[in-house]
């Protein structure tokens, strides 16, 4: 069986900014093609790029943090065990 790995490497904490970002500028883009305003578009389009702006200043802030440490963060969010409820097996041969 196929285990995925949905461990974060990292916390985004741009995250919430971004999806309102998206939303306000989605709403807007689609408004403006509704009604086809033009400004309303462009309006759109700047908040977006604002969100995508946010992107590119999390990843040059998280390349920033990997320098500093040099590896430190191969020990976070590793517990030693891969899903903690290692239970799965013993649940099995408890029912026959």
């Not at 974060?8 to 408004?31: H, N, P, Q, S, Y």
């Not at 191969?74 to 290692?86: E, F, I, K, R």
Request: glycine share 14%; aromatic share 6%.
């Amino acid at each position: 069986m196929i285990r995925l790995d949905r461990s974060r490497k990292r916390t985004d904490v741009w995250l919430g900014e971004k999806m309102i970002f998206f939303a306000i500028g989605a709403a807007l883009g689609i408004g403006g093609m509704v009604t086809g305003q033009d400004w309303l578009i462009w309006v759109a389009i700047v908040v977006l790029v604002i969100g995508f702006v946010l992107r590119l200043l999390d990843r040059r802030n998280d390349s920033n943090d990997s320098n500093d440490s040099n590896g430190s963060n191969g020990s976070n969010g590793s517990n030693g065990s891969n899903g903690s409820n290692g239970s799965n097996g013993s649940n099995d041969s408890n029912d026959s």
